[in-house]
């Protein structure tokens, strides 16, 4: 069983990472198998010192530090975002699509307010509940916790860097383009501003395989980003 569920998280974590960098990047996307080869064997060599003598230690500072802080920060980020930035709305809607009918009152009560609540709350009380690191009666040096916060520090601090880099790229005034930059303008004129390409989609139902007539056909949504 330990054998599957290690197999299973593996897999799972791998292909976030990779679906991330092949969308991302087109050159990775082309030379995908290299890259996949690659990545395994970074992670392979990363791994060896758990199984070592020492590698009870090196797994209790890993999970204390990479498995915990960070994820609760990403928990509330994803939460803030999607809920508030990208709106329940039109969230409500996707999944709508995806489902059939749109969730119920009480899955957005606790997609917008007890969950971003809870999960704060957790974080926050986690940080103060911190008392050191220690495994048995072996407590870790300083220079050890440092570098456990480093490692939790490197996962946070991805998300501002990435939002400060988007702001940089696109030259856009907070004040003037800060809802078009995440996603919550439709004027193709603010889009423009914001220094993103844009496309029209011109979505057309279908009877039998026959375009409909142009009085059946429905008007063009907004410009989509690419």
Not at 28 to 35: A, G, I
Not at 49 to 55: I, L, M, S
Not at 156 to 170: G, K
Request: proline content about 6%.
């Amino acid at each position: 069983m330990l054998i599957t569920l290690g197999l299973d998280s593996t897999f799972g974590g791998l292909e976030a990472f990779l679906t991330g960098f092949t969308d991302e990047y087109k050159i990775l996307r082309q030379r995908r198998e290299l890259f996949v080869a690659g990545l395994i064997i970074f992670v392979f060599l990363m791994a060896l010192p758990t199984t070592t003598y020492g590698g009870q230690y090196v797994i209790t500072l890993l999970d204390e530090h990479a498995a915990s802080y960070s994820l609760l920060f990403v928990c509330l980020v994803e939460l803030i975002a999607v809920q508030y930035c990208y709106g329940m709305t039109r969230f409500s809607k996707d999944v709508e699509s995806m489902i059939g009918f749109q969730p119920s009152i009480f899955w957005k009560v606790c997609w917008t307010l007890l969950c971003p609540i809870f999960v704060f709350g957790i974080f926050i009380m986690s940080l103060y509940g911190y008392s050191g690191l220690k495994l048995g009666n072996y407590i870790f040096p300083k220079w050890v916790e440092r570098i456990g916060w480093f490692v939790s520090f490197t996962s946070i601090a991805c998300i501002p860097t990435y939002m400060i880099y988007i702001v940089i790229i696109t030259a856009c005034s907070p004040k003037k383009d800060w809802w078009a930059l995440i996603g919550r303008g439709n004027s193709s004129s603010n889009l423009q501003n914001s220094g993103r390409n844009v496309v029209p989609m011109e979505l057309k139902e279908t009877r039998n395989g026959q375009p409909p007539s142009q009085s059946q056909s429905q008007p063009p949504p907004p410009p989509t980003e690419l």
